[in-house]
């Protein structure tokens, strides 16, 4: 009996080990960032375009949803005219925002600067279920309860795994189909020779 479940324990180790090296390199951050891609990053973008105003230059300019989103209290105080709303610290922050919602996911798709945008996506989740919650009260079914049995909650348990997904690029960095990587044997190139 002992041969036999030998037998199957090297099998086990020799094919996963055989997909470990197969997939070594390139494939965690790829797929990480497929789906991302596939499953976030329209919806981030979308978010975006409801923050800017119309024209040309509308991304510079937060519509009056942008500032009902990111600063819900301070807009209902002011009876949603986003003028009365100080420029600094509280337009920066909006125009930030929206700016972030844009540029951020594109990096984590293309991989460049990998770490650091998906490091900012976490904080930008974090910050949002914080809105979400405080200041556009998110009621129990959409916040969620961890260990709950029910992993439809948009924020405790849908968040988490974006944030879990996140964690996988910050840790492993995007691989080796990424801007990232194609610029560090660029960078690793000139290096030598200079």
Request: net charge positive.
């Amino acid at each position: 009996m002992s041969g036999l479940i030998d037998f199957f324990v090297r099998l086990y180790t020799a094919v996963f080990s055989a997909f470990e090296q197969l997939t070594r390199g390139w494939f965690l951050g790829a797929f990480a960032r497929f789906a991302f891609a596939g499953v976030l990053l329209m919806y981030f973008w979308n978010s975006a375009l409801t923050k800017i105003s119309s024209g040309p230059l509308g991304f510079l300019t937060p519509s009056t949803g942008a500032f009902a989103q990111i600063l819900p209290q301070m807009m209902q105080a002011v009876s949603y005219d986003q003028s009365q709303i100080p420029f600094f610290p509280y337009h920066v922050i909006v125009i930030a925002g929206t700016w972030a919602e844009f540029v951020l996911p594109a990096m984590v798709v293309v991989g460049l600067f990998t770490r650091f945008a998906s490091l900012g996506m976490i904080g930008f989740i974090v910050v949002m279920s914080y809105v979400d919650i405080t200041g556009l009260g998110a009621d129990a079914t959409a916040i969620g309860q961890l260990f709950d049995g029910n992993p439809s909650a948009m924020i405790s348990d849908q968040r988490l795994l974006w944030c879990f997904l996140l964690t996988v690029l910050v840790l492993n960095g995007p691989g080796k189909i990424s801007l990232d990587w194609v610029l560090g044997r660029f960078y690793s190139r000139r290096a030598r020779y200079h």
